[in-house]
């Protein structure tokens, strides 16, 4: 079967419906727009749409509903330690940013609960989280105040304070050693799910907005899912995670 490529640099669309405080302009543009080339025999064939929400320059302010945080996020690094340049493809996605603007809060049950971040606050995020915005020539991250992993009050990740329901962990090494006495390489040293807890956050809330504690704590040896929550490299090159509680499996001793 033929295959048919389509591009289209630019796709305009006028009449999208406004919201207060949050516009989108009356032109919307995709960066990309073509079908994935697939085999004949592929059972999928993908469709991959790039955009960004750019607020128009008229709008001076941007306040977040509900729950939700509007966070500035920190620029890529464009050089490497050496001072090598780094073409936009190659360029880490940063995780974190500084708190501009908060929501009013939530309501649980008959209890009103406030955002507990304040504004310049600095906060590592969950990656995949979040709608990135363009506002002020700047980009931004619009989030639920749940999808904030940890607040950063130094440069250090060892420092990082989780919030809810999160808890940092600092990953064992891997074992250099097969147990015959092998030597592994690093591409053949298997990742461990097992650490040691730095930090744990307040813990949820319950349905009437009070916080429960999480079961366990700074110290802990811990085995966690494989795959899940966000790794982070400490500046002495030491591996760490932030994930939820609920992602721990058991408590070593």
Same mark, same amino acid.
Do not use: C, W
């Given at each position: 079967?033929?295959?048919?490529?389509?591009?289209?640099?630019?796709?305009?669309?006028?009449?999208?419906?406004?919201?207060?405080?949050?516009?989108?302009?009356?032109?919307?543009?995709?960066?990309?727009?073509?079908?994935?080339?697939?085999?004949?025999?592929?059972?999928?064939?993908?469709?991959?749409?790039?955009?960004?929400?750019?607020?128009?320059?008229?709008?001076?302010?941007? =306040?977040?509903?509900?729950?939700?945080?509007?966070?500035?996020?920190?620029?890529?690094?464009?050089?490497?330690?050496?001072?090598?340049?780094?073409?936009?493809?190659?360029?880490?996605?940063?995780?974190?940013?500084?708190?501009?603007?908060?929501?009013?809060?939530?309501?649980?049950?008959?209890?009103?609960?406030?955002?507990?971040? =304040?504004?310049?606050?600095?906060?590592?995020?969950?990656?995949?989280?979040?709608?990135?915005?363009?506002?002020?020539?700047?980009?931004?991250?619009?989030?639920?105040?749940?999808?904030?992993?940890?607040?950063?009050?130094?440069?250090?990740?060892?420092?990082?304070?989780?919030?809810?329901?999160?808890?940092?962990?600092?990953?064992?090494?891997?074992?250099?050693?097969?147990?015959?006495?092998?030597?592994?390489?690093?591409?053949?040293?298997?990742?461990?799910?097992?650490?040691?807890?730095?930090?744990?956050?307040?813990?949820?809330? +319950?349905?009437?907005?009070?916080?429960?504690?999480?079961?366990?704590?700074?110290?802990?040896?811990?085995?966690?899912?494989?795959?899940?929550?966000?790794?982070?490299?400490?500046? +002495?090159?030491?591996?760490?995670?932030?994930?939820?509680?609920?992602?721990?499996?058991?408590?070593?001793?």
């Amino acid at each position: 079967m033929a295959s048919i490529q389509l591009t289209a640099s630019t796709i305009s669309a006028k009449g999208f419906a406004s919201f207060d405080g949050l516009r989108s302009t009356n032109t919307v543009k995709v960066a990309s727009f073509a079908p994935q080339r697939q085999s004949a025999n592929s059972p999928f064939r993908g469709l991959v749409v790039r955009a960004a929400t750019t607020v128009a320059p008229k709008y001076t302010s941007l =306040k977040p509903l509900a729950d939700r945080v509007l966070v500035k996020i920190k620029t890529s690094e464009e050089k490497t330690v050496g001072g090598i340049l780094l073409p936009t493809t190659a360029q880490s996605k940063p995780q974190g940013g500084e708190v501009v603007a908060v929501g009013e809060g939530r309501t649980i049950g008959k209890t009103k609960v406030d955002v507990s971040l =304040k504004t310049g606050t600095q906060v590592v995020y969950s990656k995949y989280a979040g709608t990135e915005v363009e506002f002020n020539g700047t980009n931004h991250l619009l989030l639920k105040e749940d999808d904030i992993v940890g607040i950063l009050e130094t440069d250090e990740v060892k420092d990082m304070k989780p919030l809810n329901d999160r808890v940092l962990i600092k990953v064992a090494e891997a074992e250099d050693k097969t147990a015959g006495g092998l030597l592994l390489t690093e591409a053949t040293k298997e990742k461990p799910s097992i650490g040691t807890v730095v930090a744990v956050g307040p813990g949820p809330l +319950d349905e009437e907005g009070n916080r429960k504690s999480l079961p366990v704590s700074s110290g802990n040896t811990v085995l966690y899912s494989k795959y899940a929550g966000n790794e982070f490299k400490g500046s +002495d090159g030491s591996e760490y995670i932030a994930l939820r509680a609920s992602d721990i499996m058991a408590v070593l001793s």
